[in-house]
Structure formats: structure tokens, C-alpha cells
């Protein structure tokens, strides 16, 4: 498997649900990211990780609750989210901070009911 | 913050060069100025990047003028497999994560 990874394509849940979202990098990059996007909307950027530490947190609500175990993986827990929430959920990966090439997931198509 | 401002659509014909510009007003001395292009159900992925001027790569160039407060992502000889949205993105080039990406362009390639 190369590039980034996203788990699953596709995610149908109601508004009591508990599920995440996983991407995983096959890069060698130190950094990675949620984004958020909506249609007709710019992309959101959620959250970074660099070296596995979270280095930007950009207001996202609680029910959205990101998690790096090792510079490969990336989760995005979802709980309590709210039928606004529906969206197409990216992760991308880049080598270092700032204005590297970010390398993007296919994405997970998430609704909620 | 640079906010940045691009078309929500155009329309071209195969063979044709095509020109999107991006406005970024407020665009600071360590921003770079980055393009990438959609197609549906993928991600983003990175067409060219640059600082001030010209530069070229093998499928486009990107334009940016002295104030920089503008730039013009240019196709040359487009065909159907262009069709896309292109996004312009300014970051800066610290670590700071000021990413600000505008809404999208979506090109559509005429036969």
C-alpha cells in the first residue's frame, strides 16, 4: 500500500453513535492532518500532528476527539456529532511543517442521521 | 491572516490554455503560494508552488506578480481529464500551520 490510506470510504451513523476514523501513511512523513470539507465550502483545517504531538487545534468541537499513536497512524473519534457534521473528512501527511507538499487520503464520506 | 479568493467555476475547450487566478490581499512575507487540484472522490493533490514570479513544472505554471497579492495558475493545452476543482492555498512557511485555503475553482474541459 503507498501514499495515505483512509479508513472507512464510507460512514453512515446517528447522532448517538460512537465511531473513528483512521488514516495511516506510508510516506516516511513527520507531520499529519484533519480536515473538514463541506461542499461549496474551503477546506477546514481540524487538526496537525507533528512528531505525534498535537500542534494546532483550530476550535474544533469536543465530539471530535483526534489521536496519533506513532507518525504513521492518525485516528479521528466521533461521538454526540450533529447532522451539520456531515461532511467529506481528509487526512493528508507532509514531510515537515509549514509550506511542505501535504499528500491527501481519498477521504471518508461521513452522514449523520 | 491572508484570505484568499478564486472563481467558483470556469469553462474551457480541450486544446485550449486556461488561467485561474487567486486573489490573497493580505498575503505575508513568508507565505508561499500553493495549487492543487480534486477530482471527485479524491483528495487533493499538489500541482505547483511558488514564492514571487514565474515558476514552471510539467503540467503547469504559476504566475505571481510583484505585490504578490495575486497569483495565476496557468494550464496549457487542456483536455478532458483537467476537469477539476483547483484550489489556491497560502501558507506560511513557518510552523505556525496557517493554512488558508480558498473555495475552489471547478474547471470543466469542453470537447
Known amino acids: 500500500e503507498t501514499g495515505v490510506t483512509q479508513t472507512p470510504r464510507h460512514l453512515v451513523m446517528g447522532m448517538t453513535n460512537k465511531k473513528s476514523l483512521k488514516c495511516e501513511q506510508h510516506?516516511?512523513?513527520?507531520?499529519m492532518y484533519w480536515y473538514k470539507q463541506s461542499a461549496k465550502k474551503p477546506l477546514e483545517l481540524m487538526f496537525v500532528?507533528?512528531?505525534?504531538?498535537?500542534?494546532e487545534n483550530n476550535s474544533v468541537p469536543s465530539r471530535f476527539s483526534p489521536e496519533c499513536p506513532n507518525s504513521s497512524h492518525l485516528f479521528l473519534h466521533l461521538h454526540t456529532l450533529q447532522p451539520e457534521d456531515s461532511a467529506l473528512y481528509l487526512c493528508?501527511?507532509?514531510?515537515?511543517?509549514?509550506?511542505?507538499?501535504?499528500?491527501f487520503g481519498p477521504g471518508t464520506r461521513l452522514l449523520v442521521l | 491572516l491572508a484570505k484568499t479568493t478564486q472563481p467558483i467555476s470556469m469553462d474551457s475547450y480541450e486544446g485550449q490554455e486556461v488561467n485561474i487566478t487567486c486573489s490573497h490581499n493580505?498575503?505575508?512575507?513568508?507565505?508561499?503560494i500553493t495549487w492543487y487540484q480534486q477530482f471527485p472522490s479524491q483528495g487533493p493533490r499538489f500541482i505547483i508552488q511558488?514564492?514571487?514570479?514565474?515558476v514552471t513544472n510539467e503540467v503547469a505554471s504559476l504566475f505571481i506578480p510583484a505585490d504578490r497579492k495575486s497569483s495565476t495558475l496557468s494550464l496549457p493545452r487542456v483536455s478532458l481529464s483537467d476537469t477539476a476543482v483547483y484550489y489556491c492555498?497560502?501558507?506560511?512557511?513557518?510552523?505556525?500551520?496557517?493554512?488558508?485555503w480558498g473555495a475552489g475553482t471547478k474547471l470543466i474541459i469542453k470537447p
Open positions: 493528508a501527511s507532509s514531510q515537515g511543517q509549514g509550506a511542505e507538499t501535504q499528500y
Open positions: 510516506l516516511g512523513h513527520n507531520a
Open positions: 500532528y507533528s512528531l505525534e504531538e498535537r500542534v
Open positions: 493580505n498575503i505575508a512575507t513568508n507565505d508561499y
Open positions: 511558488g514564492y514571487k514570479t514565474k
Open positions: 492555498l497560502v501558507v506560511g512557511a513557518g510552523s505556525n500551520y496557517q493554512l488558508i
